[in-house]
Nanobody
Framework: VRFVESGGGLVQPGGSLRLSCAASGFLFRAYDMSWYRQAPGKERELVAVIDSTARRKNYADSVRGRFIISRDNTANAVYLQMNSLKTEDSGVYYC?????????WGQGTQVTVSA
């Protein structure tokens, strides 16, 4: 299982970023996919989940209405569109899959929201 995340960067409050996660090494279309984030000194937290068919999506209360998770099963990719960014959204963002009793993570992409 391998993930390559991209799209992070420095953005001002109120701005937008789109994260991408390219997956390989497993049957991508069969699994729910998640985005997590971790801020310095804090635990990793779940941001959004999308089911294998993209029909069901769930979000953390802190990002609902601002972030949109999506996926492209033909491209083996999952995305996170982040709008109206706040300073508290800063952190390292990871894509994740739970497969056969184990969690698999990407290397993460840094998002910094600062004026």
């Amino acid at each position: 299982v391998r993930f390559v995340e991209s799209g992070g960067g420095l953005v001002q409050p109120g701005g937008s970023l789109r994260l991408s996660c390219a997956a390989s090494g497993f049957l991508f279309r069969a699994y729910d996919m998640s985005w997590y984030r971790q801020a310095p000194g804090k635990e990793r937290e779940l941001v959004a989940v999308i089911d294998s068919t993209a029909r069901r999506k769930n979000y953390a209360d802190s990002v609902r209405g601002r972030f949109i998770i999506s996926r492209d099963n033909t491209a083996n990719a999952v995305y996170l569109q982040m709008n109206s960014l706040k300073t508290e959204d800063s952190g390292v963002y990871y894509c994740q899959v739970h497969q056969r009793g184990s969690d698999y993570w990407g290397q993460g992409t840094q998002v910094t929201v600062s004026a």
